[in-house]
């Protein structure tokens, strides 16, 4: 089966940038959900201890909206989760050397993040990626994510849907976004993420399956 990972800070680390209450409501009823979600449906699937990324994939390749929807969030939550740190940083490195090259400074990279997710109708995901023609920022729908994107690697992601800001920042979006780039993008996953695009290292992967607990 699959767990709900813990978050990788105390939920009061990322406040006021993210505040403890959002983040008990987040992780642990919203995320909790698909996770539970996808453990029902997955055997169902026959898909059952396979890893979360192999799930999504073909959950996609089947047309299972329902289990992909569950699936896909429950992994894109995992990775939100990560690209967020109480230790913030500029980026640094190559991946510094590579915003320049694609954006002109981190500055520009901030202004395409915030209008990517501004302007992403309804809810979603605004990614940073990157691939075959360097970095790039992409926005999915819903539960879409870059794991059926062929030939991408996320970097870095930020929520869109309402309830990852909602209780902080009611309908101000680009608020949000600005002070998440600004206060707690971890830049040090995005660089890892980065060295393992380029070979170097194993990329993020959800938490592998456990047993089923034994029944008396």
């Not at 642990?28 to 990324?53: D, S």
């Not at 915030?114 to 790039?136: I, P």
Request: net charge negative.
């Amino acid at each position: 089966m699959y767990i709900l990972p813990d978050l990788p800070y105390p939920h009061d680390a990322l406040s006021p940038t993210v505040s403890a209450d959002t983040l008990h409501t987040h992780h642990g009823k919203h995320h909790r959900a698909y996770v539970a979600k996808t453990n029902e449906l997955a055997p169902k699937a026959g898909l059952a201890g396979r890893p979360l990324e192999e799930v999504v994939r073909e959950a996609r390749a089947r047309g299972d909206n329902k289990l992909f929807n569950n699936a896909a969030q429950a992994w894109n939550h995992a990775f939100f989760w990560n690209s967020m740190t109480p230790q913030f940083r500029a980026p640094s490195g190559e991946l510094a050397t590579r915003i320049d090259e694609a954006f002109g400074s981190l500055d520009a990279l901030k202004q395409a993040f915030v209008d990517e997710g501004v302007n992403h109708f309804a809810s979603g995901w605004v990614w940073l990626v990157t691939g075959a023609e360097g970095l790039k920022v992409i926005s999915t729908h819903d539960a879409d994510d870059t794991l059926v994107r062929e030939g991408l690697t996320p970097l870095l992601v930020c929520d869109l849907w309402e309830h990852a800001y909602y209780l902080d920042y009611k309908n101000d979006r680009k608020g949000f976004l600005e002070r998440w780039f600004d206060r707690v993008a971890n830049w040090a996953f995005a660089e890892a993420q980065l060295a393992a695009a380029n070979g170097a290292g194993q990329g993020y992967r959800y938490p592998a399956p456990q047993p089923e607990p034994a029944t008396a």
